[in-house]
């Protein structure tokens, strides 16, 4: 996924966040000035996991994005969406659904 933003000229950093309490996301990027916390379930729904929801709060995400397996992207609630893994083919696409989740854009 970096290395497909990466494409469309985007300059983000990629990083790993956990608490010592053991929570954790599977990727953080800082993009544009902003917070965009990960987490990567390929397999089975999308769910949103406390860790998910810690690194949201405490870094003030406005979203946060659960990447599936799955062919469409939607709102999971609060802020949190379900991202397709299919976007990553796509990375102007991936891009503006990162910056603009509720933007209208055509496929997932």
Do not use: Q
Request: aromatic share 8%; glycine share 14%.
């Amino acid at each position: 996924m970096v290395a497909a933003l990466g494409l469309t000229g985007e300059r983000d950093r990629p990083y790993f966040w956990r608490t010592h309490g053991g929570a954790e996301v599977d990727l953080l990027l800082e993009m544009r000035g902003r917070v965009i916390p990960f987490e990567i379930k390929l397999g089975g729904e999308p769910g949103i996991g406390r860790g998910l929801v810690e690194c949201a709060k405490d870094l003030g995400a406005k979203n946060a994005f659960v990447m599936h397996g799955g062919p469409h992207t939607y709102p999971l609630g609060r802020g949190f969406w379900a991202l397709s893994v299919e976007l990553v083919a796509e990375p102007e696409r991936l891009r503006d659904r990162l910056l603009d989740p509720e933007r209208r854009v055509s496929k997932a």
